[in-house]
């Protein structure tokens, strides 16, 4: 299996609170995502990077920022977290052996948050 | 716009065939992936399919179908086990973005 974790498992917050998800991993994988995911919306893509400080937005990304320093960690961040982001949020990360190759992805265990 | 259909819900018999369909429209298309999820788990890799015809992996085959933007996901001897949501998902033309479906539940009757 992909060595992927992501903190915390679960987390309960108020409306507006600033709230941070953290994705690792050990496999040296360039691409990381994040993802939620929602009953009747299947995987959504919030953000990715393809390199230690380089990202793009994806097509639900309104209310989140991510960071990504180092090439093992990748930061989700909702800066004041509404009813709307209760979700379960993956984390992914991809090798990119060039666009020919297969760079199928590795999913985290995911994050259950609940927003009050 | 983009977008992948498949079908919300199926049903099958332990030990029959199930066949699950993926139709797509995406701007640009470089590789088919299924995924299987288990209520509560993430989901991991089964197929891949960037050439049109069927790749097979044990009980698991997937077709593709490029100029009629058609994929499927065939489960043969049906398992227990294999009661879950499967995903269909398309990597965007010439990027490393993904494109997914929002699913198929599979249910396996003894």
């Known amino acids: 299996d992909a060595g992927i974790t992501q903190s915390p498992r679960h987390k309960v917050t108020e409306t507006g609170t600033p709230v941070t998800l953290r994705c690792h991993q050990t496999?040296?994988?360039?691409?990381m995502y994040w993802y939620r995911q929602d009953p009747g919306h299947g995987l959504r893509l919030i953000h990715y990077?393809?390199?230690?400080?380089?990202?793009d937005k994806g097509e639900v990304s309104d209310g989140y920022s991510v960071s990504r320093s180092k090439t093992e960690d990748f930061l989700l961040t909702l800066e004041s977290a509404t009813s709307s982001q209760t979700s379960v949020y993956f984390c992914a990360i991809s090798p990119g052996l060039g666009i020919a190759g297969r760079n199928e992805q590795f999913f985290g265990p995911g994050t259950r948050l609940t927003v009050l | 716009g983009q977008n992948i259909d498949q079908p919300t819900e199926m049903t099958a018999t332990e030990g029959a065939i199930v066949q699950i369909n993926c139709t797509y429209q995406?701007?640009?298309?470089?590789?088919l992936f299924w995924y299987q999820q288990h209520a509560g788990e993430a989901p991991t890799f089964l197929s891949y399919n960037v050439l049109d015809g069927l790749e097979e992996k044990g009980r698991f085959s997937s077709f593709l179908s490029r100029s009629k933007g058609y994929s499927y996901l065939l489960l043969k001897e049906l398992q227990m086990k294999d009661s879950a949501s499967y995903l269909c998902a398309v990597r965007d033309g010439g990027t490393y973005k993904y494109i997914f479906g929002t699913g198929t539940r599979l249910k396996v009757l003894a």
């Open positions: 990077s393809y390199g230690v400080k380089d990202t």
């Open positions: 496999e040296n994988h360039r691409y």
């Open positions: 995406t701007s640009g298309f470089n590789g």
